[in-house]
């Protein structure tokens, strides 16, 4: 069993950066595929990025590429989204999950672990 909890989500202006952690309780938490995800008001939960168990692979949506930054460090039992260049459409909360299948994982429901989600939002 893996328990994440996310943490580092709030109020900023378009242009800003944030930074994201996912900590994780639990065993094994590098044995997991770790990935974020999204959902902004009135729309589905969306892929974000994926990383892989070891940190050294990472796979982003179009819309963030460039822009945001998934970093792991297995020895803190955390997962980073590292967030520049925001835009008032990256509202949303954020969810961090954790998976048991092979990198990378980009569907929702290969996920069998969640947090709770972090409020997002960017605005002037």
């Known amino acids: 069993q893996v328990q994440l909890v996310e943490s580092g989500g709030g109020l900023v202006q378009p242009g800003a950066s944030l930074r994201l952690s996912c900590t994780a309780s639990?065993?094994?938490?590098?044995?997991?595929?770790m990935g974020w995800f999204r959902r902004a008001p009135g729309k589905e939960r969306e892929f974000v990025g994926t990383i892989s168990e070891n940190g050294r692979l990472t796979y982003y949506v179009d819309s963030v590429k460039g822009r945001f930054t998934i970093s792991r460090d297995n020895a803190k039992n955390t997962v980073y989204l590292q967030m520049n260049s925001l835009k008032t459409e990256d509202t949303a909360v954020y969810y961090c999950?954790?998976?048991?299948?092979?990198?990378?994982?980009?569907?929702?429901?290969?996920?069998?672990?969640w947090g709770q989600g972090t409020q997002v939002t960017v605005s002037s």
């Open positions: 999950a954790g998976s048991g299948r092979n990198y990378p994982v980009l569907r929702r429901e290969r996920y069998g672990y």
């Open positions: 639990g065993r094994a938490f590098s044995a997991y595929v």
